[in-house]
């Protein structure tokens, strides 16, 4: 059977086990809060609450500040990284520079006495010798006459039909400049099968085919 109507049921809550009913409730437990200097303790995921977001807490447990942002937060600048560094102190490009114009060749009948004797080009001949004959040309005066009829001959030809004296080229080098002049020669001297006036110097040019009489020569200048 249950009590009789009226009459108290159990326990009262918060009482002690086996307390009779109608007794007296203790004082409320204490709430245990940790000493001062304990490490805080980390909430569990998911757990509510205002104690955990103590910012105390999160400073225990955040990483320490980088050099820039300690120096961003004393409001100095951060300092220039080595590369930017670098590119600042760089000296800058050279200009770009104009190509040297070239040079006109001197006329070698202008030259002063004094121009050094340097290689201007060549005279080539196949006439009697399949192998080639060829005579240096340089820069000044080149005397032409037949070989051992006089002296002071810059290039000897050994042909009847070649006067003693028969021309002189004039030349210029670096670059090369050729001009032909018929001293007085008995048979004449031909640029390209056209015959020269005496006294009277006349240009040529690489490849240019001469004449001394009878005796023919190609003109390579370098």
């Known amino acids: 059977m249950g009590p009789p109507p009226g009459a108290p049921m159990g326990s009262p809550p918060g009482a002690p086990m086996g307390s009779p009913p109608g007794a007296p409730l203790g004082p409320a437990p204490a709430i245990l809060s940790p000493p001062p200097g304990s490490p805080v303790p980390h909430a569990p995921p998911g757990a509510g609450g205002a104690g955990w977001n103590d910012p105390a807490a999160f400073a225990a447990t955040a990483p320490p500040p980088t050099a820039d942002e300690h120096l961003k937060a004393q409001g100095q600048a951060a300092p220039p990284e080595p590369a930017a560094e670098a590119r600042a ?64 001959l810059d290039i000897e030809i050994d042909h009847p039909t070649t006067s003693s004296r028969h021309a002189v080229v004039h030349a210029s080098a670096r670059p090369g400049r050729f001009k032909i002049e018929d001293t007085g020669s008995t048979n004449g001297t031909f640029v390209n099968d056209d015959k020269i006036p005496q006294k009277a110097p006349r240009d040529l040019k690489d490849g240019d085919q001469l004449r001394f009489g009878g005796y023919a020569v190609t003109v390579k200048v370098v």
């Open 89 to 152: 102190s760089a000296p800058p490009p050279p200009e770009p520079q104009p190509e040297p114009e070239a040079r006109e060749p001197a006329d070698p009948l202008t030259l002063s006495a004094q121009a050094p004797r340097v290689l201007a080009g060549f005279l080539v001949s196949y006439e009697g010798s399949d192998l080639g004959t060829f005579w240096a040309i340089y820069q000044g005066k080149n005397v032409v006459g037949r070989k051992e009829a006089a002296e002071g």
